[in-house]
């Protein structure tokens, strides 16, 4: 991320539409948008183009690439960033279009913000862990100066180049990172362990729908809500007692817990060193699906995070779908609420996307709209739970 006292970076954003992509190009570049403004960038202007796939040599064609060098210069644009991965080969053929402005892709956008955000130590060893597994393969894209032998006594080991050298040297980093998130997961295997027997709830969603609005609404904490993506990186367990939805009298003590928040595109990498964090996901007994109604796309944005969950071994979990940010909802074309903005909770419980998502429960977290229900629904699919 930017520091305050440094000029704001200007960049450009470049996408390319194939054939499998499941989504258009500007859906996609929408996000990454918003990846650029969380890193403390600002970008100023997008280019598109539809090809069959990524060209091999510069990612875009020939003339599109012209014109994207053409716009750099005129603008003074500090950074261009891809929205999909790039050989070392395309990172060198770009920067030599692309004289003196910057060479990123979606994964170091991801990978920097995380870096900034991340305050434990289990998360700044995941984040240290997936940057070094990213670099690795991409060190000889990194260090061409590196990559012939030098002659000169100390130079050089045993017949070994020196990219040989740093690529030994990062593995052995890689392994010494593994080692010490093992060392840190085993502490909290231990201390979740020590909560066997409590009811436990992860709330788990798209990044940036307001589950950290709602873990402070539920739990009355303080966790760090920001208008940003991945603005809370590390997990936060909370202990909440809820009173009991049929037994006037009772309350319910119960474990909630906050995770990272998903992303489409999200790199393999980073789901893997994350694996740790999402095992608050793994070991809940419901998992609080909270879903951003108001944005356009929120039914791909709960797919993704569905296939997350199924890659890391959770979507067999009992569900309760929040449909947050009611407030803010406005219905698509094929509703059956055409153009109406202003609807009720009743109506949005007779939608079809309450029978299509039960149990289900339309909030605001902002507005505090709802809550008391989400509660009740939260201890009454708990409770479902051990029974």
Not at 39 to 54: C, D, M, N, V, Y
Not at 321 to 329: E, G, H, M, T
């Amino acid at each position: 991320m930017i520091e305050n006292d440094k000029p704001e970076e200007i960049a450009i954003v470049v996408g390319v539409q194939s054939q499998k992509q499941e989504l258009s190009v500007d859906e996609y570049l929408d996000e990454l948008e918003q990846l650029v403004y969380t890193s403390g960038a600002r970008s100023i202007k997008r280019f598109t183009q539809k090809l069959e796939h990524p060209h091999a040599k510069t990612y875009v064609g020939k003339g599109k690439m012209q014109e994207i060098a053409e716009y750099c210069k005129l603008n003074n644009v500090d950074i261009a960033i891809f929205d999909d991965d790039l050989s070392p080969a395309q990172v060198r053929n770009l920067e030599r279009e692309l004289i003196d402005v910057k060479v990123l892709t979606r994964t170091h956008l991801i990978l920097d913000i995380f870096a900034t955000n991340a305050q434990t130590a289990q998360a700044k060893t995941q984040v240290e862990l997936a940057q070094s597994i990213f670099l690795l393969p991409r060190l000889t894209g990194m260090w061409t100066h590196l990559s012939k032998q030098k002659g000169g006594i100390g130079m050089k080991g045993p017949g070994e180049t020196e990219i040989e050298t740093d690529r030994r040297t990062l593995r052995n980093r890689i392994s010494l990172l593994k080692e010490r998130l093992l060392h840190i997961e085993k502490i909290g295997n231990t201390q979740r362990s020590s909560r066997e027997g409590a009811l436990r709830a992860a709330l788990v969603g798209y990044t940036n729908v307001g589950k950290s609005t709602i873990m402070n609404l539920i739990s009355r904490s303080d966790v760090l809500v920001e208008n940003k993506l991945f603005a809370t990186l590390d997990s936060t367990v909370r202990k909440v007692v809820l009173p009991h939805p049929s037994d006037e009298g009772q309350n319910v003590p119960i474990l909630l817990s906050d995770t990272v928040g998903f992303i489409r595109k999200l790199p393999t990498l980073l789901v893997e060193s994350f694996k740790s964090t999402l095992a608050e996901a793994l070991e809940a007994d419901l998992l609080v699906h909270v879903v951003d109604i108001s944005n356009p796309n929120y039914e791909k944005q709960m797919q993704s995070v569905k296939e997350t969950l199924h890659s890391i071994g959770a979507s067999s979990k009992p569900e309760l779908i929040v449909f947050n940010k009611v407030d803010a909802f406005k219905g698509k074309e094929d509703d059956f609420f055409v153009g109406n903005t202003g609807l009720t909770i009743e109506q949005f419980e007779k939608s079809w996307m309450a029978k299509e998502n039960a149990p289900a429960v339309f909030i605001s977290a902002t507005n505090k709209t709802n809550v008391e229900k989400l509660r009740t629904a939260l201890v009454t699919e708990l409770l479902k739970t051990k029974i």
